[in-house]
């Protein structure tokens, strides 16, 4: 036919535009030369021994855009379907230009062509096997492919700024699943971060999209995992793990180990990408920029990670964050506190906030110690403001499960900090906390704490005389022992989960470690003999008290909680938060309650 000899003998761009403009106009009197038209750009688009008979179309395309409305739609979609892993730069640069122009004067087609050029950043990978054998690593990719994307979807953003929101979708939609082989995944997530650095206000956008696919892979290695649980028993959380000497990061599998490798593999891959561009952000943006940084991982934290029941992982990126300032550290330690403050907020989120509070600050070696007691003074103040508006009320799960998780959070944090505390003259502020009034109280704290927490807190306490809670435990496990025998169902205990347990991560571990603290068993761990609770003599008065109804504490709270995805904007910029004395600053408890400066 005419129209593709002229294609295939070089005749020029305009030539060949006006016939593809002539076949557009008519093709509804004569579709036989639309046909031709078609035929000619789909074999080009998938024969690589046509590469230039497919530029050559390119170029009458491109000269014929302008008429190129709904009705030519068939003759784009063979170009934006086929692969073009294979094609040389310059029909990748023909095929640039084409696409710009074609978005620019038919807006209409700009989900087509973004799309397009959004899927070429995955790189060819088959799923996983069925059997759970990972899939073999995708081929090297057209080392031009990637850069002539990235320069097209920049000029596409500048060009037409209403795209912008399908390209973040796209991006987004197109990442790869979590079948796919890592070198997949870690390629597509080099390719956003890569675009990111071409168009700097999509940095947020990408960030976020990592911390939700991050989110799916997190979850899966937890639930892959919850197998072994029942094998650790009481197993304190975190306190018998040593992150330096961590079977995980050295490679040593554990015969119970049942979490998904592939999963492991290819979070350790993201975080490794999000650390290092966090490190690369702090050491060589401006203080202004890292502060809006910083801002924006917290928005995202707070938007997806907080609510995220026992995410393992991905809170690091914040932790790690904190490490570059004293101010940002203060600042997220001001902000959690403020969700704990916040009487309005769900009582699970208000949990959570607690949990990652302990945890930061048991954790975290670069926070100041003076930090340290400030966050146990405002966390008593309120527990003591607690007990004394609830001082008749007996102990209830379901009703002060804010109070009962914040006496946890309390014990845990002394429990890694309390002799680094006493060896820096902080004593005169840990015993202000009153920690005797605590654990006496008629809600009873240590009923529904973590049991070794309870154990580890009982021991450094009585070994820097602030609090002898043996009698309180001995008073628990009679009353749960006389539970037990009159065939009460086992009793809940308050949730183990703290974010900041050791990372387990192998590869991006690197940037955890140096700023990690791990657990040192006390020297003396006090156990309590419950084969000796019928001993008389082992009786005191606390054995008077009536109000340890251990059947009305059984199932009175669900241990698993459902995300609640709140999004809340807080109008406090970095470093500005508000003080929260009138909450968390009770007078029974001598301190200064300095609010965080960044």
């Given amino acids: 036919p005419v129209v593709l000899s002229m294609a295939y003998q070089g005749d020029g761009p305009a030539i060949l535009g006006e016939l593809i403009r002539r076949a557009v106009v008519s093709r509804r009197t004569q579709p036989t030369e639309f046909s031709q038209v078609l035929d000619g750009i789909r074999n080009a688009s998938t024969d690589p021994k046509e590469e230039e008979t497919l530029q050559r179309w390119l170029l009458g395309l491109q000269a014929c855009v302008s008429c190129l409305n709904e009705t030519a739609a068939d003759l784009i979609r063979p170009v934006l379907t086929a692969s073009w892993k294979a094609y040389s730069k310059p029909v990748l640069d023909s095929l640039s230009e084409f696409l710009l122009g074609l978005i620019s004067a038919h807006s209409t087609f700009g989900s087509m062509c973004i799309d397009a050029l959004v899927r070429h950043y995955i790189v060819d990978s088959p799923d996983d096997a069925s059997d759970g054998s990972p899939p073999p690593p995708p081929p090297p990719p057209n ?9 097209t979807l920049a000029a596409l953003m500048q060009l037409a700024p209403v795209q912008r929101p399908m390209v973040v979708a796209a991006l987004r939609r197109f990442f790869p699943n979590k079948w796919k082989h890592q070198d997949c995944i870690g390629t597509y997530a080099r390719n956003l971060i890569d675009l ?19 989110i799916k892979l997190d979850v899966e290695i937890k639930d892959a995992g919850e197998e072994d649980s029942d094998d650790d028993g009481d197993e304190s959380p975190g306190m018998e793990l040593d992150f330096e000497d961590d079977p995980v990061l050295d490679a ?9 490798e592939g999963a492991r593999k290819k979070l350790d891959v993201l975080m490794g990408l999000c650390l290092e561009e ?18 924006f991982l917290w928005t ?40 704990v403050g916040d009487v309005s907020a769900p009582a699970v989120l208000r949990q959570a906030a607690l949990n990652y509070l302990s945890s930061f600050v048991s954790r975290a070696n670069f926070l100041s110690l003076e930090d340290v007691v400030v966050v146990m003074e405002r966390i008593a103040g309120f527990l003591h403001d607690y007990v004394v508006q609830h001082s008749v ?13 914040a006496c946890q959070a309390l014990f845990y944090m002394l429990c890694f900090r309390l002799d680094e505390l006493s060896e820096h003259d902080f004593m005169v502020r840990i015993t202000a906390l009153q920690l005797s009034t605590l654990v006496g109280c008629s809600l009873r704290p240590l009923v529904f704490c973590v049991p070794q927490i309870v ?22 496990n009679q009353g749960l022992s006389r539970a037990t025998a009159d065939g009460a169902v086992r009793m809940e205990r308050l949730d183990d989960y703290f974010p900041f347990d050791p990372y387990i991560l192998k590869t991006s571990s690197s940037y955890i470690k140096g700023l990690y603290k791990a657990w040192s068993a006390p020297v003396e761990i006090v156990h309590v003999d419950t084969n ?10 606390f054995l008077e008290h009536d109000d340890l109804n251990y059947g009305a504490a059984v199932a009175q709270f669900d241990p698993s909680p459902v995300s609640v995805m709140i999004k809340r904007r807080r109008t406090t910029s970095l470093g500005t938060s508000g003080d929260d004395r009138g909450f968390f600053c009770s007078p029974r408890v001598a301190m200064a309650c300095a609010t965080p400066q960044s």
Wanted: net charge negative.
């Fill in 278 to 295: 966090t490190r690369l952000y702090f050491s060589q943006g401006d203080q202004e920029n890292c502060k809006a940084y910083f801002n």
């Fill in 252 to 260: 040593v599998e554990r015969p119970t180990e049942t979490m998904s």
């Fill in 393 to 405: 009320d007996r102990i209830d799960l379901g009703r002060h499960r804010v109070f009962y998780t």
């Fill in 196 to 214: 990111a650095h071409h168009v700097q206000d999509l940095s947020a956008d990408v960030l976020s999209i990592f911390i939700s696919e991050m």
């Fill in 455 to 476: 154990e580890n807190f009982s021991a450094i306490t009585h070994r820097h005389s602030l609090v002898y809670c043996e009698p309180y435990t001995r008073v628990m």
């Fill in 143 to 151: 080392p031009h492919l990637f850069s002539t994307i990235h320069e």
């Fill in 532 to 541: 000796d609770t019928d001993d008389e003599s082992q009786h005191d008065d």
């Fill in 300 to 339: 995202e934290f707070e938007r997806q990670v907080l609510p995220t029941y026992q995410a393992k992982h991905v809170q690091f990126l914040l932790f790690y964050s904190c490490s570059f300032s004293p101010g940002y550290a203060k600042t997220f330690l001001q902000r959690l506190l403020d969700i």
